[in-house]
C-alpha cells in the first residue's frame, strides 16, 4: 500500500502515521487541524518512545481531503463525536479498492450490518440517520482493535505509553487478502499485528472492559486502580459488565472471561487514567455513545434489560451534559 492517509493525528493517530512513515515503505500524509496541522508541516510525524524520539516525513499534511486524492490505506483516528464531519469529508480519499481502517474506541457504524436478529436501521447511538453508513460503505472497511496507551502532551507529538497490539480484521468475519496485507504493513512498523477471523468478537471484548472503567472514571475523577478498589464501585462494575456479557452472547460475541478476570488483568495497569477521564480533564467531548450508549441501543435491539448500564448511562450522560461535554438536549430514552 503505497499511499496512507490518516485522518486524525492525535495520540493514536500520530503514533501509527509515525510508526508506518519510518519505515520507509509508504507515503504516509495526515488529515489535521490548527496546531497538529502546523507540528505537521514543521517536523513531520514525531513519536516520542521512552527516551527515544523518533521522526519520519508526512507527504502531505491538509486539512482538506481533496488535497491527498485517493489513497490506498485510510486510518479513522478521530474522536467518535468527530466521525460525522470525517463522513462529509472523505469522499476524495476514496478509490474503488480503498481500505478504511477506523481505529476508534467503542462500537463502530459498521457493527451491526449483514448480522440478523439486529434491524436493518443503523445505530442511531453512533450513526444516526445512517450517513456514516453511507459515505463509508462496508466495502470498504476493515475492522480495528488498539491496544495500546499513548498521550499528546504537545500538539503533533506523541508519547507512546505502553502496548502496542493491533487487531484487524473483516467485518463479516474470515480473513482475506487484503485484512492479511494490512495485518502485514503494521507489523513491519513494529505493531503487534493479528489478523483475526471475528474482530467483531474482539471489538466487543475490549468494549467490555471499557464499559465501566472509561465512563466510571470520568465521573468520579479517579484512576483505575481506586475504581476497583473500592468494593461497591466493583460489585456495580461486575453487574454491568454481565448485563453486557449477555448481549455479547446474543450477537454472537461470547466472552469466556467473568468480569472478577477481567477487573484482574485491568488491575494490573494501576494508577492508569482512562481516555474518557483524559477528555474530560481537557475539557474535550466524551466519546460516550460509542462506549456505552451503543451497548444499551443493542441491548434493547435484542430484548435484554440493562438496569446498571442505564444507570451508568445517565448519571455519566447528565454530568457531561453539565460540563459541556455532550449535546445538551433533553433524551428520556
Known sequence: MKNICIIGAGSIGGFIGARLAATGQSAVSAIARGATLDALRSHGWRLRQ??????????????????LGVQDLVIIAVKGPALSQVAREIAPLLGPDT???????????????????????????????GTIRAAIPLRHVLGCVVHA????????????????GLIVGEPLGARSERSAQVAALLAAAGFEATDSADV?????????????????????????????????TRQFCTEAMAEAALIGERIGCHIAQRPEDRHL???RLGAFKTSMLQDVEAGRPIELDAIVTAVREIGQRVGLPTPQID???????????????????????
Open 200 to 232: 467483531r468478537a474482539d471489538i466487543w471484548y475490549k468494549l467490555w472492559g471499557n464499559l465501566t472503567m472509561n465512563p466510571i472514571s470520568a465521573l468520579t475523577g479517579a484512576t483505575i486502580d481506586r475504581v476497583l478498589a473500592d468494593p461497591l
Open 311 to 333: 444507570v451508568l448511562l445517565g448519571l455519566t450522560r447528565l454530568f457531561a451534559r453539565v460540563h459541556g461535554l455532550y449535546p445538551d438536549a433533553m433524551d428520556t430514552t
Open 265 to 267: 488483568v485491568t488491575a
Open 50 to 67: 521512552g527516551d527515544q524520539l523518533l521522526q519520519a516525513p508526512v507527504a502531505t499534511a491538509s486539512a482538506h481531503a481533496a488535497d
Open 99 to 129: 481500505v478504511v481502517l477506523p481505529t476508534m474506541n467503542g462500537v463502530p457504524w459498521w457493527f451491526i450490518e449483514g448480522r440478523s436478529g439486529l434491524g436493518d436501521a443503523p445505530l442511531d447511538s453512533v450513526d444516526p440517520g
Open 149 to 164: 496507551s499513548t498521550a499528546s502532551p504537545e500538539p503533533g507529538l506523541v508519547q507512546h505509553r505502553m502496548g502496542q
